[in-house]
């Protein structure tokens, strides 16, 4: 395809291609792990901030149901790597250790996508896509 000339596929299409992508790219990092993507997600929103599970599973329902987020979270609290104490979950420190030690991985599946796509580009993908949101 030449610059300025239509996709061959709907916009619908590149959007899923692109998430599933993403999905088998930390499949692939993330194997032999004992946590897939949805679990790195939420390792990494409390490795920022301590938060309740409702704001948990308010800033990931756009992966995942409530009731899968919650067996995310049962999942690691069984690991040992989350803690749940007067309503506000938290990473416990091997939480921290394997949260960093998956970093690295998911670092390398970033780096591939900005191998992909240099800043500006990216940028103006993200904008791109945020204003399709908005409209409709």
């Known amino acids: 395809m030449t610059s300025g000339q239509m996709p061959s596929r709907p916009i619908g299409w590149w959007l899923k291609q692109a998430?599933?992508?993403l999905d088998a790219a930390f499949d692939r990092s993330l194997e032999g792990r004992p946590v897939d993507r949805r679990g790195w997600q939420v390792l990494a929103s409390l490795a920022k901030c301590p938060t309740s599970r409702s704001e948990l599973v308010a800033s990931l329902a756009i992966?995942?149901?409530?009731?899968?987020?919650?067996?995310?979270?049962r999942d690691l609290?069984?690991?040992?790597?989350?803690e749940?104490?007067?309503g506000v979950l938290r990473l416990?420190?091997?939480g921290e250790l394997e949260h960093a030690a998956l970093a690295p991985l998911v670092a390398g599946v970033r780096a591939r996508v900005a191998e992909a796509?240099?800043?500006?580009d990216y940028v103006t993908l993200v904008q791109?896509?945020?204003?399709?949101v908005e409209a409709v």
């Open 19 to 21: 998430d599933a992508h």
């Open 63 to 73: 992966f995942d149901s409530p009731s899968a987020v919650d067996a995310v979270v």
């Open 77 to 82: 609290r069984s690991r040992g790597w989350v």
């Open 84 to 86: 749940e104490s007067a």
């Open 92 to 94: 416990t420190s091997n």
């Open 117 to 120: 796509l240099p800043q500006d």
């Open 128 to 132: 791109l896509l945020q204003r399709l």
